[in-house]
């Protein structure tokens, strides 16, 4: 049976979320596929490369530990290693300049600029959110005026955005299975089942597929407003899926999509 190396922080505190006891049902579930251990993100390096796959999950945002995960790249990348996700998506992965660059190719994305300069570019609104370009669980988010924007720096700049509801869709590779909305969007983690439309899933898919992930877990989160759904985010670097709050067949279906892409992945 392969070797499988679960890399979770699980005592990390996330708000409305429950990082420890969903990487610990997971790994109880994935038992079955592959001999699994679990590790803390600082210790991943160390023990990486006795593994044959290394599955990053709930390891918190990067941004807490960015030469610890800079590292962990660098060493999978120079050996080989078989990591899920795979290390080359293009999203939060990757930073959050694609919003950026979706924004500017006229993709459903929240208008999104990175410089003062190109404001223009946005709606006229009254209201701003600027966001760190590194950030992650609101972590440095300010919501100003036009004349509180700050000058320079790796942000993104976004109008303030009104929405009826925030909802996400999550993927294995690019097979869609479940949906969850945020009725309340004071409340951005009290979630319910979704019942997607066929355009709400054209919309999703179109994300997965300009990604490049064949394999791996997906989640687009996007907002609800009158001219339709916008991507709010890309996540396909660890994203908390709220397996919980799905009924069990759903849990199975999705554990079994997992299980078979990592053995796919890894080739075993």
Not at 91 to 108: E, I, N, R, T
Not at 208 to 226: E, F, K, M, S
Request: proline fraction near 6%; hydrophobic fraction near 40%.
């Amino acid at each position: 049976m392969s070797a499988l190396l679960l890399v979770s922080d699980l005592t990390y505190p996330a708000r409305g979320r429950r990082y420890g006891d969903e990487d610990a049902y997971l790994a109880s579930r994935l038992r079955a596929h592959f001999d699994v251990a679990l590790c803390h993100p600082s210790d991943a390096v160390a023990l990486m490369d006795r593994f044959d796959v290394v599955l990053v999950r709930n390891s918190g945002p990067v941004l807490h530990y960015p030469a610890e995960y800079e590292a962990f790249r660098a060493h999978a990348l120079a050996n080989g290693t078989v990591v899920f996700n795979p290390l080359h998506g293009r999203g939060d992965m990757a930073g959050k300049q694609y919003l950026v660059d979706l924004s500017a190719a006229g993709y459903p994305v929240i208008p999104t600029v990175d410089r003062v300069e190109d404001l223009d570019r946005l709606p006229d609104v009254d209201g701003y959110v600027v966001k760190p370009k590194a950030g992650a669980d609101s972590v440095g988010l300010l919501r100003t005026d036009r004349a509180g924007i700050p000058a320079g720096g790796e942000i993104l700049i976004q109008p303030e955005v009104d929405f009826e509801y925030e909802v996400s869709f999550y993927f294995v590779d690019h097979e869609f299975h479940y949906a969850l909305y945020a009725p309340d969007p004071g409340k951005r983690w009290e979630l319910r089942a979704y019942e997607p439309t066929g355009d709400d899933l054209a919309f999703a898919e179109r994300f997965v597929r300009w990604n490049t992930l064949d394999h791996g877990i997906q989640r687009v989160d996007a907002c609800r407003t009158a001219a339709g759904l916008l991507l709010v985010e890309l996540e396909d670097l660890n994203p908390y899926l709220s397996l919980d709050l799905v009924d069990e067949s759903t849990r199975d279906a999705f554990v079994a999509a997992v299980a078979a892409s990592l053995r796919d992945l890894s080739g075993h």
